[in-house]
């Protein structure tokens, strides 16, 4: 009877320990599909952003939030976010879903010093870091580092003396560390969560001021960085080729119009930029992105670096010559008020000047080709959750894909009430 007990309850002991591990596959397989499902997902949005951002470019449009799918979006078992922001706030607090543009950031590559040093949180010996990292030579500027620093550490490494291909290379700068890479938003959503605003008790390290402390990631890109052509593709004429200029205009505007335009234009070499001859010779709102699309600065093979005046942040119009926080705060209050005036920037002439603007007009513009899309998926029964980075830019009759990044494991990017309805 006793072997007979025993018998009993190694049988039961077996029983259970197969089923718990039955179970324990049947979860796993469960994951490991909703995961899969999320990662489908993900590349289906992102193939669905690259036709919105191609039917935006060749309409010389930027793409509108409003007319895409981007929150809680259905495919197959799956839900999307996009995780966004809005450019005219500061309010952290509220989730903004839809594409970013990368022009509403500075360019590490291609931003002067000047206006480096106007971003929050940062200094001159930080900037001039960022300044030796991307320069060709082994000078160091007064307070940065070049490989003679960065050889005496363990383990040791050369200067880079070239051009960021990577903003993840901020961690390898002299004075940079992570709080100012990522500033208190540690998932990277642009929004202050719970265990971002209570001081120490959680990672990240903040401040408990209930406002959200962005980083350096969030205002710099390496992306700003495209062709100078038309946005079909075609070649762009300089605007010191008159001939040319004179048969754009007359074609692109009519005979007399074009006549007119073309009779204003004096001498080009004192045109600092294609806003500046904009005003010069009268375009008008209506006939100002056709205009710009058409020409070019003499000898710009390529535009870099151009800030977008109709999606920048506070933070990044501030960086820009001469602006102000009088000023920038105008230009958000004019684009949030004038939604039409979204296919130009003559504006500006009246609500900052002429001298301003002219300044001004080298560094910006009111178009984008490159966007960002932090696309977040949840597979079968809201499990499998993947977050993936992808930065795209549209390329005459394509949409390429410049940039993926895996971000899952910063962990939950989504809304907390969210969260909690899912378990």
């Known amino acids: 009877m006793i072997v007979v007990l025993w018998l009993a309850l190694i049988m039961t002991s077996l029983a259970l320990s197969f089923g718990q591990s039955a179970r324990m596959d049947i979860q796993a397989a469960s994951h490991y599909s909703a995961g899969r499902e999320s990662t489908l997902a993900n590349e289906g949005m992102l193939n669905y952003f690259k036709l919105i951002v191609k039917q935006a470019t060749s309409t010389l449009s930027t793409p509108d939030s409003a007319l895409y799918e981007c929150e809680a979006v259905v495919i197959g078992n799956a839900k999307s976010w996009v995780l966004g922001r809005n450019s005219n706030e500061q309010d952290h607090k509220v989730y903004h879903y839809g594409l970013v543009d990368e022009a509403s950031k500075l360019n590490i590559n291609t931003a002067t010093k000047e206006m480096l040093l106007k971003l929050p949180g940062i200094d001159e010996s930080q900037v001039d870091a960022i300044i030796d990292w991307r320069d060709k030579d082994d000078a160091t500027s007064n307070q940065g580092a070049e490989s003679s620093y960065y050889l005496s550490l363990t383990p040791a490494y ?163 010559p001469g602006m102000t926080t009088d000023f920038a705060e105008q230009i958000i209050s004019f684009r949030t008020q004038n939604s039409d005036r979204n296919q130009d920037i003559l504006w500006l002439d009246e609500l900052l000047g002429r001298q301003m603007v002219i300044a001004l007009g080298p560094y910006i513009t009111h178009t984008s080709r490159t966007y960002s899309a932090d696309i977040v998926s949840l597979g079968k029964q809201d499990k499998g959750l993947i977050r993936t980075y992808f930065v795209i830019q549209s390329q005459a009759d394509d949409v390429k894909l410049l940039w993926r990044e895996n971000r899952s494991h910063l962990g939950w990017p989504l809304a907390q009430e969210l969260r909690e309805v899912i378990h």
Do not use: W
């Open 158 to 320: 050369s200067c880079k003396n070239a051009a960021f291909e990577s903003l993840y290379e901020l961690k390898m700068l002299r004075s940079i560390d992570l709080s100012m890479i990522y500033g208190e938003d540690f998932n990277l959503n642009g929004v202050l969560n719970d265990n971002e605003d209570n001081a120490d008790s959680t990672l990240p390290n903040d401040n408990q001021d209930g406002q959200l402390n962005l980083g350096l990631l969030e205002y710099l890109t390496l992306f700003t960085s495209e062709p100078n052509t038309r946005m079909d593709g075609s070649e762009r004429i300089e605007i010191d080729e008159m001939n040319a200029m004179r048969n754009h205009l007359v074609s692109t505007f009519g005979d007399e119009r074009g006549a007119e335009l073309f009779n204003r234009i004096g001498n080009v070499a004192q045109i600092k930029s294609l806003l500046e001859l904009a005003l010069v010779i009268g375009i008008t709102p209506e006939e100002y992105t056709t205009f710009i699309d058409g020409i070019s600065m003499p000898d710009q093979k390529k535009l870099e670096g151009l800030v977008n005046i109709l999606s920048a942040p506070i933070e990044v119009l501030i960086c820009l």
